[in-house]
């Protein structure tokens, strides 16, 4: 069967792309053309195929190169540019809109013997004695209705009641999995409505949430929450940063053109989403099975199952529908659900259980967390018996209570959360939660700032911080430090062998022996882990700081943005504003954090200690030949690009043009008739003077 993209096609295309990030020059307009073409294939090979084509770099160089023609010759904008996926306006509102058809659910199953009765009842409703089932996995996300019209993604709706749903259709558009055109009107579909998904990829969840906690918000409960939070959210720039997928499993109306035939393909429920998939849009051919008989559809259930928790998306069954549409229409639907598809629900991730007690924790920032302690209960194979509740913000609103019975959900690989508490089974004698007003551990009396969520102990001496600040700079993502967790630190914190991070690096290691339960082979093994985190990365030890909302993002950020971690501290508010995603909130901590005198007391000591402070990257980009920290200025007549191109070709790579020669100067372009920039520049003595051909073999070395 034919697919999307041939593999000329895709060879084409590939080389299009290179050629294009060597800046040629022509025709804007064909160059526009070439630039959307080689943005889509690469957003499909993205999102669709999960098998990038382009490094994020030259994804990006190639991106920033169309936004800019297109910001040049704004006539050439067309609605359907990658560049328009990105909306301007913050919408105020989500208008209501009606379903061409209406939303439908599905009827459920939950063992071989309901699947059974469903065959049977199929086939009695049907009049054969045989059917194909197709098989697919059920999506835990939030259903969407998306129409295309003429070729064009014209509304993106929400499920609502079924009937009526609302208009998302801006942030539909961030999604990059979803086309905003696709060649429907050369097969002669004028209107086509798509059901499908909207999902959240298991580690953009995660990574997102480690963000969040980093940032002191609560984590989002589960993906299916979050996915359909993102879809109502007012700002389109958010919903494109918290990078949603779609699966489409459903079309449910078509228009043909006068006279057009109907695709091929279009006969069966298989045919039809390999079909959509060929044209470029996100299905789950891959994932899809067709079988002719139920007990093969039932085996395959079982196998299928034991392996969710492999996929990328959170997954909470299977659908299994009467492959042939003739026999879908002839089966028809109930008021709720199609008679035609079912799913089969995989084991509950749920359960109840009651609210024991609740336990306050201090954490690394001094942030006091609720944990409910919960009678211990089996959820998906794993026994729960201790839930966070986040906090304050979140008991009162769940208005959870000690004595209550709480339903428990765990999805996924995602850390257990309360969905609600049981108030029907209330008796009268559960007990408000009662919020500390003292530190658990240090009994400082605790703060709360009016804008956060957390109550916060805020003396850093408090014991259990400096334990968590250790724990946390040692931990895999920061120094990663291994033998060494956190069972090891609070012992050796407990005993006086460690009192601050810098101490890590001066353990008393014959008072470790002495203590006992250490081998000869466990001591040099935590010794080799701690002294190779010297030559750790900076972006490691700035996270590994622990610098409050300051998560592994930032910390690369900041690293990148220095040659050494002593250089942040001159740095304001203002300054740190520039570095991409630092907002005044992050700002601000950072700046205190490297204003105090005890932190810099700190980076003194692991200076001492040998800890490297360098960001060597930097040190080498010149050689390795990434952009960041490096400056450029074109002068003379061009003649194998035009400046504006290339200028918006720099800085997508991370380096900036300045507008004049001087000592921050790193490369001088020179093209024919260069004059007084070039003169200065041979005085000056430090300017890279490069030729437009040198220049192009060092972008194509920029990496
Ligand atoms: S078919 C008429 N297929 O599950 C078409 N639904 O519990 C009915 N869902 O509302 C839907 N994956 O939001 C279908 N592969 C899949 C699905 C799927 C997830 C959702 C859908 C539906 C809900 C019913």
């Known amino acids: 069967m034919q697919s999307m993209y041939t593999q000329q096609d895709e060879k084409r295309l590939y080389d299009q792309a ?12 064909q160059m526009i053309d070439q630039l959307r073409e080689v943005i889509n294939y690469a957003d499909w090979k993205y999102y669709v195929q999960s098998e990038p084509v382009l490094a994020d770099q030259e994804y990006d160089a190639l991106f920033k190169l169309l936004k800019h023609k297109e910001d040049q010759f704004p006539e050439l904008v067309t609605s359907d540019s990658p560049t328009q996926r990105i909306a301007k306006g913050i919408s105020e509102r989500f208008p209501t809109v009606s379903h061409l058809v209406p939303m439908l659910s599905l009827d459920n199953t939950y063992n071989a013997e309901d699947l059974t009765d469903w065959d049977r009842k199929c086939k009695e409703l049907a ?48 999604i990059k999995s979803l086309p905003l055109s696709a060649t429907l009107v050369a097969k002669g579909v004028e209107q086509i409505e ?50 949603l997928s779609a699966v489409l499993y459903h079309i449910s109306d078509y228009t043909l053109a006068a006279g057009a035939q109907r695709p091929e393909g279009l006969d069966t429920h298989y045919g039809s989403l390999r079909w959509l998939y060929n044209m470029g849009f996100p299905t ?37 529908k009467v492959n042939n549409f003739v026999m879908q229409d002839k089966m028809g639907m109930t008021s709720h659900h199609p008679r035609w598809a079912v799913a089969y629900k995989f084991k509950a991730r749920q359960a109840t259980s009651k609210l ?35 906090n304050e913000d979140v008991v009162r609103e769940k208005d959870v209570r000690i004595g209550d019975t709480v339903l428990v959900e765990r999805a996924g690989d995602v850390i257990p959360y309360i969905v609600k508490p049981l108030t029907e089974l209330r008796t009268g004698n559960e007990e408000e939660i009662k919020f500390p007003t ?22 850093i001496s408090c014991p259990v911080q400096v334990a968590e600040r250790m724990i946390h700079y040692v931990s895999k993502d920061a120094m990663d430090i291994r033998n060494f967790g956190g069972a090891n630190i609070q012992k050796f914190y407990e005993k006086g062998l460690l009192t601050d991070v810098p101490s890590i690096y001066h353990i008393d290691w014959e008072t470790v022996r002495s203590l006992g339960g250490f081998g000869d082979k466990s001591i040099t093994n935590m010794q080799q882990a701690i002294d190779q985190s010297k030559t750790q990365t900076l972006n490691r030890l700035i996270f590994g700081l622990g610098i409050r909302f300051v998560g592994e993002t930032t910390a690369k950020t900041l690293a990148n943005a220095v040659a050494n971690i002593r250089e942040l501290y001159d740095w304001d508010i203002e300054k740190l504003s520039t570095l991409e995603d630092i907002g005044p909130k992050v700002a601000t901590s950072v700046v205190d954090f490297f204003n105090r005198h005890e932190n810099r007391e700190m980076i003194d000591k692991l200076d001492a200690s040998g800890v490297n402070l360098i960001n060597h990257h930097k040190g080498e980009e010149a050689t390795t030949g990434a952009l960041t920290g490096k400056t450029f200025l074109f002068t003379g007549t061009l003649s194998q690009f035009k400046r504006s191109d290339a200028e918006a070709m720099v800085e997508a790579k991370g380096g900036n043009i300045l507008g004049g020669v001087s000592a921050k100067l790193n490369y001088l372009v020179v093209g024919e008739d260069a004059g007084s920039k070039l003169e200065k520049a041979k005085k000056l003595g430090t300017v890279n003077i490069l030729t437009e051909q040198e220049f192009l073999d060092l972008m194509n070395t920029a990496e």
Request: with cysteine; aromatic share 6%.
């Open 18 to 29: 290179k050629h294009l990030l060597t800046l040629p020059t022509g025709n804007e307009e």
């Open 127 to 174: 009049e054969v004695d045989a059917i194909e089932y197709c098989v697919e996995p059920k999506y835990d996300g939030a259903s969407i209705s998306l129409i295309y019209e003429n070729g064009a993604l014209s509304r993106g709706a929400t499920r609502g009641d079924g009937v009526m749903g609302e208009d998302v259709t801006t942030n539909i558009r961030q």
């Open 194 to 243: 798509i059901r499908g998904e909207i999902v959240i990829h298991k580690n953009v969840f995660e990574a997102y949430n480690k963000q969040r906690v980093a940032e002191g918000l609560s984590p989002l409960a589960n993906p299916r929450n979050a996915a359909s939070g993102t879809l109502r959210i007012l700002d389109p720039a958010e919903v494109r940063k918290r990078g």
């Open 284 to 320: 789950p051919v891959n994932e899809m099975k067709v079988f002719s008989r139920i007990d093969e559809v039932i085996a395959y259930c079982a196998a299928f199952e034991a392996r969710r928790d492999s996929l990328p998306f959170e997954v909470d069954g299977l659908v299994i």
């Open 356 to 390: 024991l007690r609740v336990e306050f924790q201090v954490g690394r920032t001094g942030a006091i967390t609720p944990v409910a302690k919960i009678e211990p209960v089996p959820i998906g194979g794993v026994t729960v018996s201790s839930v966070s509740l986040f």
């Open 438 to 459: 003292n530190c658990p551990v240090c009994d400082s009396v605790l703060e709360k700032q009016p804008e956060e969520a957390a109550w916060r102990c805020i003396n």
